[in-house]
């Protein structure tokens, strides 16, 4: 990813490094805070919330209760209606 990016925009590897772990750092943070990240024609960064529920061990098959939690997912953005020039094969 990092070379890709570089030859892309034609800065050295290190400053594309730089610039994809800010990237990083701040859909990461944005998550941790409660919010959202949407990235207009790419996607939705985001947290689900799972209730505590009953479950079970495999290794005993006894029921156990898992707590709820959360967790960071993404969705892509629906492709519009007509073919962008910029990305045909979206």
């Known amino acids: 990813m ?5 030859e892309r925009t034609d800065a050295p590897k290190a400053e594309a ?4 772990e800010a990237f990083e750092e701040i859909i990461t ?6 919010g959202e990240v ?3 024609g790419f ?5 689900q919330e799972r209730k505590a529920r009953e479950g079970r061990n495999p290794q005993t098959g ?3 209760q898992i707590p709820a939690s959360k967790s ?3 969705a892509r953005a629906t492709p ?5 020039r910029r990305h045909p094969y979206i």
């Open 2 to 6: 990092i070379e890709k990016l570089a």
């Open 17 to 20: 490094q730089r610039h994809f």
């Open 29 to 34: 943070e944005t998550l941790k805070g409660g």
């Open 38 to 40: 949407q990235i207009t």
């Open 43 to 47: 996607g939705k960064f985001y947290v």
């Open 62 to 64: 006894k029921k156990m």
């Open 72 to 74: 960071p997912r993404s």
């Open 80 to 84: 519009s209606r007509r073919p962008s």
